[in-house]
């Protein structure tokens, strides 16, 4: 698949653009009866994400394409299949080339669907 399916980007699961730590990929948000979510994320150019931190545990999944994560400053490529976890208070950020398709998992809530900030994400410490 070059895509994923047309349900799967509805819009009302769509992800705004204040939610983002990568400028301008696109987003939809799934979200468990804890509070954990789910996101796909749909890379159209190369782009690479600001340095972050969460409150929770972070698992990620790429589908296609390739990504590189830092994670507390070591680096990580993950092509299709690679899975990554993320412990809660990591400094992350990453690289992803286009037509990468991640899934990211959440235990806890990163996005909100108003589009204000996040409790879950705080910008890592410079």
């Known amino acids: 698949m070059k895509d994923f399916p047309e349900f799967v980007k509805r819009a009302n699961n769509r992800i705004g653009t204040a939610q983002q730590n990568t400028a301008d990929i696109e987003g939809c ?38 990504y590189v994560a830092m994670l507390d400053g070591k680096q990580h490529l993950l092509g299709p299949g690679n899975e990554l976890f ?31 900030p996040a409790s879950g994400r705080k910008k890592a410490a410079t």
Do not use: L
Request: with cysteine.
């Open 29 to 66: 948000c799934y979200e468990g009866a804890d509070g954990s979510q789910m996101a796909f994320w749909t890379c159209r150019a190369d782009r690479a994400s600001k340095p972050h931190q969460h409150d929770f545990d972070e698992y990620m999944v790429v589908v296609s394409g390739r």
């Open 86 to 116: 993320i412990p809660r208070g990591t400094e992350q950020s990453g690289r992803c080339s286009a037509g990468t398709r991640p899934i990211h998992a959440f235990g806890g809530t990163r996005i909100r669907h108003d589009d204000t």
